[in-house]
T-cell receptor
Framework: AQSVSQHNHHVILSEAASLELGCNYS??????LFWYVQYPGQHLQLLLK??????LVKGIKGFEAEFIKSKFSFNLRKPSVQWSDTAEYFC????????????FGKGNQVVVIP | DVKVTQSSRYLVKRTGEKVFLECVQD?????MFWYRQDPGLGLRLIYF???????EKGDIPEGYSVSREKKERFSLILESASTNQTSMYLC???????????????FGAGSRLTVL
C-alpha cells in the first residue's frame, strides 16, 4: 500500500511570507495526487489535483503544486500567504489502476500571523 | 454542489454503548467512505463502499462495522464504544471509475464523538 509523508507538522509564518509544504509518496506507478485543505470549523475541501499532463498544477486561492515523478513528490506552494490561509493541509495519493484507495498524509497545521 | 450530510455533529456516549453515525449524499455517487481524523495522525480509512450492500475494510476497521442499504446512505456503527474511539469521524463520497472527475472526495462536516 502506498504511504504519504508530510513533514513539519506545524508551520508558523507571517503574512506575505512564502509557503512550501512537502509531500512524498511511496508508490512508483501511475498516481493521482491531491491537496486538501481544512479551514478552521469548515469541511475538508479540495485545493488542487494532478491526474496527468502539465506537472505544475494551479488550485484555488493562489496555491500551486508541482509533481516531480523522479522524486515521488507533490509539493504545495504559495508565494505570499494571507492570514486566511491558516488551515490544515493534507496531501493524498491514489493508485487509479491499483486498489483505488486514497491515502492521506498526516497533515500540516499552518498558522499565518497577521 | 454535492452535499454530504452527517446527521450528528457532536455526540457524547458512554463506554459500551452502541453508536450509529449516519451519512447521506445527494449526488448519486457510487463510492462512500468513513475516515477518522486524529491530531497528528491525519485521516485514516475505516471502511468504504463501492455499491449498495458492498463494503471493504480500510486500514483501521477493528471495532467498527458499516451498512449501506441505499446508495445515498452509509452508516458507521460502533458496536461497543470504547474511549480510544473518541475522535472526529468524516464521511466522504466520490464518483466511481477513473478520469479527472473520479477519485475527488467530497467530505461531510464531520461528527465529533466523545466516549466517556
Amino acid at each position: 500500500a502506498q504511504s504519504v509523508s508530510q513533514h513539519n507538522h506545524h508551520v508558523i509564518l507571517s503574512e506575505a511570507a512564502s509557503l512550501e509544504l512537502g509531500c512524498n509518496y511511496s508508490y512508483g506507478g501511475t498516481v493521482n495526487l491531491f491537496w486538501y485543505v481544512q479551514y478552521p470549523g469548515q469541511h475538508l475541501q479540495l485545493l488542487l489535483k494532478y491526474f496527468s499532463g502539465d506537472p505544475l498544477v494551479k488550485g484555488i486561492k493562489g496555491f500551486e503544486a508541482e509533481f516531480i515523478k523522479s522524486k515521488f513528490s507533490f509539493n504545495l506552494r504559495k508565494p505570499s500567504v494571507q492570514w486566511s490561509d491558516t488551515a490544515e493541509y493534507f496531501c493524498a495519493v491514489i493508485q487509479p489502476y491499483g486498489n483505488n484507495r486514497l491515502a492521506f498524509g498526516k497533515g500540516n497545521q499552518v498558522v499565518v500571523i497577521p | 454542489d454535492v452535499k454530504v450530510t452527517q446527521s450528528s455533529r457532536y455526540l457524547v456516549k458512554r463506554t459500551g454503548e452502541k453508536v450509529f453515525l449516519e451519512c447521506v449524499q445527494d449526488m448519486d455517487h457510487e463510492n462512500m467512505f468513513w475516515y477518522r481524523q486524529d491530531p497528528g495522525l491525519g485521516l485514516r480509512l475505516i471502511y468504504f463502499s463501492y455499491d449498495v450492500k458492498m463494503k471493504e475494510k480500510g486500514d483501521i476497521p477493528e471495532g467498527y462495522s458499516v451498512s449501506r442499504e441505499k446508495k445515498e446512505r452509509f452508516s458507521l456503527i460502533l458496536e461497543s464504544a470504547s474511549t480510544n474511539q473518541t475522535s472526529m469521524y468524516l464521511c466522504a463520497s466520490s464518483l466511481t471509475g477513473l478520469g479527472s472527475g473520479a477519485n475527488v472526495l467530497t467530505f461531510g462536516a464531520g461528527s465529533r464523538l466523545t466516549v466517556l
